[in-house]
């Protein structure tokens, strides 16, 4: 179900899973990778927000891409932090055995 707009959805839950990790005491071990993701959260959002926003009319070519630099930076970085996310998970398995 799509409360706000796709994008919008996907900045919050990333922002929410970051804050459920730091309550969890998930977060303690993996700071670089939960930043990573609270990051992408916020440049979705922001980007989800610009998207609904309407324009000025003299600034929509501007607008437009702005809302594509966010959008674009923001999968990026989501993207590097589930990576990251991964090794560091892979690495304290292969530590333990």
Known sequence: MVIFGG???MGIALMVGAVLAEYARYREKR???FRLLAASGFLLL???????????????????????I??????VVAIVAVIVLAYDVATE???RQ
């Not at 989800?48 to 891409?65: E, N």
């Not at 966010?70 to 999968?75: A, R």
């Open 46 to 68: 922001v980007g989800g927000i610009f998207d609904v926003a309407p324009p000025l009319s003299f600034f929509a070519g501007a607008h437009t891409v702005l809302v594509s």
């Open 93 to 95: 398995r292969r530590k």
């Open 70 to 75: 966010l959008l674009t930076l923001g999968e």
């Open 7 to 9: 994008i919008i959805d």
């Open 31 to 33: 700071q670089q990778a």
